[in-house]
């Protein structure tokens, strides 16, 4: 089964709102995780790295303001998207990294759809 | 960050062909990855190579690692049509930022039938 979770698997949210991601390591402690954005047809990108206690580091180009995240335990970290706009339409998808053996664990990703 | 790149950057083949793709990369790794995803769904791991490692090998799967060269292939030999995905290779510079994966371009395999 899953060792991360990611929740909403699907959201859609009108142009302007916020709308918060979930991803849980549902087995262990990880306090370090890490968020992508994914644009159809296109590749991975790293937009943050989301660090228990401690401020999420930001890629080069991701609006801090705009992607909030907020890694507030040792299992979960989330992402929210405040002030929506169509063009951040995108499958977003988290990963963990586990202690022993250091095994990098991705959750299912999430779907958001803003109109 | 910077991505690297992989070709071809679609490929069709035929049941029971082999099927490699390349992927090039342009800083210094701790190892490489390649994952396979499903249309609009997660990632799948499927190997890990390190760098001080040059060829892996599960199942009907083969990897190759070139540091020198900084470039890997992904050799899928005997292909099924549930192989058809879209496969990406992520390098992971390790240390301090383990963990921290820069995907390629990826290359969108079809396995007809």
């Known amino acids: 089964g899953a060792v991360v979770s990611q929740h909403p698997s699907r959201v859609i949210c009108k142009s302007g709102t916020s709308v918060k991601i979930e991803c849980r390591s549902l087995d262990f402690q990880a306090t370090t995780m890490f968020w992508y954005r994914q644009f159809p047809k296109q590749s991975l990108m790293l937009m943050a790295t989301s660090n228990e206690g401690s401020k999420a580091t930001y890629e080069q180009g991701v609006e801090k303001d705009k992607f909030l995240i907020n890694h507030a335990s040792l299992t979960l970290s989330t992402l929210t998207v405040t002030s929506a706009h169509p063009e951040d339409s995108s499958f977003y998808i988290c990963?963990?990294?586990?202690?022993?053996?250091?095994?990098?664990?991705f959750g299912e990703g999430s779907w958001l759809t803003v109109v | 960050s910077q991505q690297g790149e992989e070709d071809p950057q679609a490929l069709s083949i035929q049941e029971g062909e082999n099927a490699t793709m390349n992927c090039s990369y342009k800083t210094s790794i701790n190892n490489l990855q390649w994952y396979r995803q499903n249309s609009g769904r997660g990632l799948v791991h499927l190997i890990l190579i390190r760098s001080n490692e040059r060829e892996k090998h599960s199942g009907r799967l083969r990897v190759t690692l070139d540091t020198s060269k900084k470039s890997s292939s992904l050799l899928i030999t005997a292909s099924r049509a549930a192989d058809t995905a879209s496969y990406f290779c992520?390098?992971?510079?390790?240390?301090?930022?383990?963990?921290?994966?820069?995907f390629g371009q990826g290359t969108i395999l079809t396995v007809h039938p």
């Open positions: 990963s963990a990294v586990r202690g022993a053996g250091n095994t990098i664990y």
């Open positions: 992520a390098t992971d510079a390790g240390g301090t930022s383990y963990g921290k994966l820069t």
